[in-house]
């Protein structure tokens, strides 16, 4: 079974939360741009982007086919051709034949309220390996920080915002699987396996 675990913290954060970061080893983009987080295992690129935000979940198991086999079975009938991209150093075309496709477990979309945005920043600090989106709206400073956790192989996300009762979005998954087993919705539990 495969369970993909994604742990999603809402702080009501009555004061701003927001920290002027000036680390030296902090990537700031004034732009939606993808800020990749992972643990070897797990793995997101946060787009940071408003009112619909979309974070590209990633696996290490899953490729086209079946789970935890990254072999293509038709490999022994393309030796021919397999080798001769070897012998033209065509390792990506190569590799092709030998290796199946690494899918994306699927796309996590957050939808917040529209609003008129303004001072959105979107970083990816170095040192800690935080990602950070803050925005204002309505007067609201808005932070969403994520991170990826190797000893508890999870990617966890916390929104905070600087007036209470000021988060709400709603969550989405979508996936290129062809027939991706059971989403349940549980008590505000997303879980899909
Ligand atoms: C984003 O944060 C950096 C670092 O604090 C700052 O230099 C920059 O002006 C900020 N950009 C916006 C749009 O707030
Ligand atoms: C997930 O989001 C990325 C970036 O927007 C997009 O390129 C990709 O097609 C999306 N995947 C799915 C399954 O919607």
Redesign the pocket.
Known sequence: MLLFELAIAIAFAVKSVVA???AAT?M?F?TSNIVPIGNGRLGAQILGQFPKETIVLNEDRIWSGSINDPNNKNCPGVLPQIRDFICLRSFVQGRRFIQRTKYTAGNLTLTFPNAQVS???H?LDLNTALATT?YEANGVQFTRSAFASHPDNVIVMRFTASSGGMIQFNAGFVTPMASPVGVTRDGGILSST
């Open positions: 002027a970061n000036t902090t700031w004034d001072n959105l920043n970083s803050t």
